[in-house]
């Protein structure tokens, strides 16, 4: 089947730890890209992928890193320096079109 | 960067009933994309549409481009509509401003 996955489902993380969320697009789409949402908002652009090794920071890279190594791969690492990193990440990816489609996200809980 | 607004915030309806969502964007957008996400978590793009009408079974869009705005028109609903409804809109092509959505409730 075609589509992107995201893993793991849920996510716990102790506090100063890194972690790294995976998304896999089998769709041969050449934008790829990472969001946050938290409770009752709005999805927020982390970082964003036009093509294989290049990718652009979205509105709230602070704490976040990327790599584009594979057309249908971008894992997202959420590393120490992120202050309130408890949040749903949602994984997309989009065509030449530029209609965005997503995965079924991950859900990170820092204890 | 672009500011956009989405009304009503909260949304109840009876199972039957039509209703019409609205997106109002700061600035002028040339993407601009509908998605429904479940109560699972899951965005589903529903439309992408800049400019015009477009429709998919009971559901509709209209962008007025030159006035900023968007409306998703629900017709019939049913209970599986329910969610949180989202707009999303940008100046380029990949970077999208995402509304904080209006959440349709539809009750049997």
């Known amino acids: 089947d075609g589509g992107i996955t995201q893993s793991p489902k849920y996510l716990f993380r102790k506090e100063g730890q890194n972690v790294t969320l995976s998304c896999e697009q089998n769709?041969?789409?050449?934008?790829m890209y990472w969001y946050r949402q938290d409770p009752g908002q709005g999805l927020r652009l982390i970082y964003y992928?036009?093509?294989?090794?290049?990718?652009q920071k979205g509105d709230i890279a602070e704490g976040y890193s990327v790599s584009r190594e594979k057309k249908e791969s971008f894992p997202l690492t959420v590393t120490s320096a992120q202050k309130n990193p408890t949040a749903f990440y949602l994984c997309?990816?989009?065509?030449?079109?530029?209609?965005?489609?997503f995965g079924p996200g991950t859900r990170l809980t820092v204890l | 960067g672009i500011q956009v607004e989405q009304s009503p915030p909260d949304l109840i309806l009876q199972e039957g009933a039509n209703s019409t969502l609205r997106c109002n964007f700061s600035?002028?957008?040339?993407?601009l994309q509908w998605f429904h996400q479940n109560p699972w978590g899951q965005l589903i793009n529903l439309f992408y549409?800049?400019?015009g009408t477009k429709q998919n079974g009971r559901l509709s869009a209209t962008t007025v481009a030159t006035e900023r705005y968007s409306l998703l028109y629900i017709s019939s609903s049913q209970t599986t509509d329910s969610g949180v409804y989202f707009c999303?809109?940008?100046?380029?092509?990949?970077?999208?401003?995402f509304g904080k959505g209006t959440k349709l409730s539809v009750i049997p």
């Open positions: 997309a990816s989009s065509p030449d079109t530029f209609r965005q489609f």
């Open positions: 769709l041969n789409h050449d934008a």
């Open positions: 992928s036009q093509i294989v090794n290049d990718f």
């Open positions: 600035d002028s957008v040339n993407n």
């Open positions: 549409i800049p400019s």
């Open positions: 999303a809109g940008g100046a380029g092509s990949y970077q999208l401003t």
